[in-house]
């Protein structure tokens, strides 16, 4: 099930996890990064911003490719995604998260691709102050060859018993997209999920783009407990 929210007032951004804040990661195409340190936005001004749009999707990832009923699953959340408008730029930062895990299921979280990213400067990194909601941010993230698909990968598995602090992509561009580009979670053992988020880039993915499966399958679904 999808929320969106559109708000206009002005608020600082929380995105992130780490100990020691660092600079954003200039993430050219065909890039892997060091490691992300996490940041807060003493550290950057520029990540102070408006929230353009929130939305919040439901999903569950299946042991094998049979989709629904009757077949195991192995994670439950729901993926939050955050357009943000930077104050000081007017550019755009795509945030995401992971929260309300089911903690009562044990798939872990081992990466998180998002697509949509080709032909424009991209900076990652997640975000760490105190009030940041979410104990666990990313340890390392890489971009395609082409520039298209980011990969933010936790080293450290992110179990159904923790929320993930917000990671983003600060792009060059002011403008974005409603369920533009695609978003994939990947457990550790390989099963998957993926769903529709803002994109910068005008083109909405195929309309049976969704009901593709991949590894684990594709559900988007409100958990009930």
Excluded: K, W
């Amino acid at each position: 099930m999808n929320l969106s929210q559109t708000l206009g007032a002005a608020i600082i951004m929380a995105c992130g996890s780490a100990a020691l804040a660092g600079p954003v990661v200039d993430l050219a195409p065909g890039e892997i990064t060091g490691g992300l340190s996490g940041i807060t936005n003493t550290t950057m001004g520029e990540l102070i911003g408006s929230v353009q749009s929130d939305v919040y999707q439901d999903f569950a990832i299946y042991a094998n490719q049979d989709q629904g009923q009757g077949q195991q699953a192995l994670y439950e959340g729901t993926l939050m995604t955050r357009v943000v408008r930077s104050n000081q730029t007017g550019n755009l930062h795509f945030n995401y998260r992971i929260l309300n895990a089911n903690s009562e299921l044990a798939g872990m979280i081992s990466r998180i691709e998002v697509d949509g990213f080709e032909g424009f400067q991209t900076r990652v990194e997640y975000r760490n102050e105190l009030s940041s909601p979410g104990v666990q941010g990313p340890s390392d993230a890489s971009r395609s060859g082409n520039g298209n698909i980011l990969n933010f990968e936790f080293d450290e598995l992110l179990d159904s018993s923790a929320d993930s602090r917000y990671f983003f992509a600060m792009v060059d561009t002011d403008t974005f997209y409603e369920n533009a580009a695609n978003a994939t979670i990947f457990l550790q053992n390989g099963e998957s999920v993926t769903l529709s988020v803002a994109g910068a880039t005008p083109s909405v993915p195929a309309p049976g783009a969704l009901a593709l499966l991949s590894a684990g399958g594709l559900m988007t679904m409100r958990r009930r407990r």
